[in-house]
Nanobody, 115 residues
Framework: QVQLVESGGGLVQAGGSLRLSCAAS????????TGWYRQAPGKQRELVAA???????NYADSVKGRFTISRDNAKNTVYLQMNSLKPEDTAVYFC?????????WGQGTQVTVSS
């Protein structure tokens, strides 16, 4: 069982920055991939960025060059640095951890970007 707690969401003006954190309850070495997803009202949940245990990353085209995913193994935490935010980035952001046997989701954190 892995528990995930997201934090760092909030209200920011367009062009601003936020850093989201996803803290895991156990060593993230047991987690093969950690991803950030987002879901806007009336839309499906979509992958924003993901990072593997080996450090490989991938990003949605809509956030490439603006968002950066990283991990701190000592703190069992994965981060999402979001720069140059746009109103269309407004959504609830969720952290997901994948192990060999299960997937786990955090409770989500709201990000609101005002124009």
């Amino acid at each position: 069982q892995v528990q995930l707690v997201e934090s760092g969401g909030g209200l920011v003006q367009a062009g601003g920055s936020l850093r989201l954190s996803c803290a895991a309850s156990k060593s993230i070495f047991s987690i093969s991939t950690t991803g950030w997803y987002r879901q806007a009202p009336g839309k499906q949940r979509e992958l924003v960025a993901a990072i593997t245990r080996g450090g490989s990353t991938n990003y949605a085209d809509s956030v490439k060059g603006r968002f950066t995913i990283s991990r701190d193994n000592a703190k069992n935490t994965v981060y999402l640095q979001m720069n140059s935010l746009k109103p269309e980035d407004t959504a609830v952001y969720f952290c997901k951890a994948e192990t060999a046997v299960a997937h786990y989701w955090g409770q989500g954190t709201q990000v609101t970007v005002s124009s």
